[in-house]
């Protein structure tokens, strides 16, 4: 169905203002336009390609499924669940890897980037841009929202459709990148760097407390010189801080910085750290009253996983038919 729409965020830790900015933000949007069925599920699968904490996997993946739906996913609307409830996906996963080519994904940027910083690359990494076909495929999606680091990803997806469907007949829907606008935001520590959640100083997760948000952006770096500018190139530490504050206000970086040109750095951190405050207290207590009720939460992803696995298995019964399996 070319209506369907898919996509995913790996539970690996607190959601920061960039996966905000980059996915969440968007998601909602998508969901409110009405023109797409939507699939939103938590990836808990693409992330254990790299290390983690087994203990903590659990929190993480009811973290990331209430952060979800107290940024306004609603269950109801979208079908929301957690990947690894839905077997199909590692299922399909296997019957692809059989017609992918071993160059293709060798050739994957991401796999070669992430496994440098590996001690010991796992085949899991190597693999991962088929499990992220199989996600898309199971569900026909026509449109895929991701930002340009997943296109080539999105691209061998539409590769084994092509494939899979010259060898073995039309089944596989080849899915269209849908580009969403998808700032680069930078650490508050060092602004030449990308924001992580793995350097907690320099992150802004959604869910800080209000004096954590006000302490980290009231220290944030900036560059020499006065008055507030938009400058990445020359000013990198002023600037990310003014696409912050643009993109969480839906405003222009260039009104931001007309309005406050003459400002002191103190008075725009302080004016910044008061509208990502505003912005994110009703996200921060939706949040936490979620959270404590796990086992509520579980059972929303229990009934997304219901109407996912519906689908799905649907999908898989029919690839499997045309790959000659009984």
């Not at 269950?75 to 669940?81: A, E, H, N, Q, Y």
């Not at 569900?139 to 084994?160: N, S």
Request: aromatic share 6%.
């Amino acid at each position: 169905m070319q209506n369907n729409l898919v996509s995913g965020i790996q539970p690996s830790g607190r959601l920061h203002i960039g996966n905000y900015l980059g996915a969440l933000k968007n998601h909602v949007a998508l969901q409110n336009a009405g023109a797409h069925q939507c699939y939103f599920m938590v990836v808990d699968l693409h992330s254990m390609s790299e290390p983690y904490e087994t203990p903590h996997k659990r929190a993480q993946i009811l973290d990331t499924l209430a952060s979800f739906i107290a940024m306004g996913i609603d269950p109801k609307r979208s079908v929301l669940f957690i990947q690894s409830h839905v077997r199909a996906h590692t299922e399909l996963t296997w019957l692809l890897s059989t017609i992918t080519p071993f160059g293709e994904l060798s050739r994957m940027t991401q796999f070669k980037d992430k496994s440098l910083r590996q001690e010991e690359s796992n085949v899991a990494l190597f693999t991962y841009p088929i499990l992220m076909a199989a996600d898309i495929m199971l569900y026909d999606a026509g449109v895929v929202p991701v930002g340009e680091d997943q296109l080539q990803h999105l691209e061998l997806t539409r590769t084994l459709a092509r494939k899979f469907n010259n060898r073995f007949g039309e089944t596989l829907t080849e899915p269209q990148a849908l580009l969403t606008p998808s700032p680069r935001i930078m650490s508050l520590t060092d602004p030449l760097r990308k924001m992580s959640k793995s350097e907690p100083a320099g992150c802004l997760f959604l869910d800080d407390a209000p004096e954590d948000t006000m302490t980290k952006l009231m220290s944030a770096v900036t560059d020499s010189g006065s008055g507030i500018s938009y400058d990445p190139e020359n000013r990198p530490g002023i600037s990310n801080l003014v696409t912050i504050f643009a993109n969480i206000t839906d405003r222009t970086v260039e009104d931001i910085a007309t309005e406050f040109r003459e400002a002191q750095y103190s008075a725009f951190k302080k004016a910044l750290a008061k509208a990502v405050i505003k912005k994110f207290t009703p996200f921060r207590r939706k949040k936490e009253k979620l959270l404590a009720k796990p086992d509520a939460l579980l059972k929303t992803a229990m009934r997304g996983a219901k109407a996912a696995n519906l689908i799905a298995n649907t999908k898989l019964a029919e690839i499997k038919k045309k790959m000659g399996l009984i």
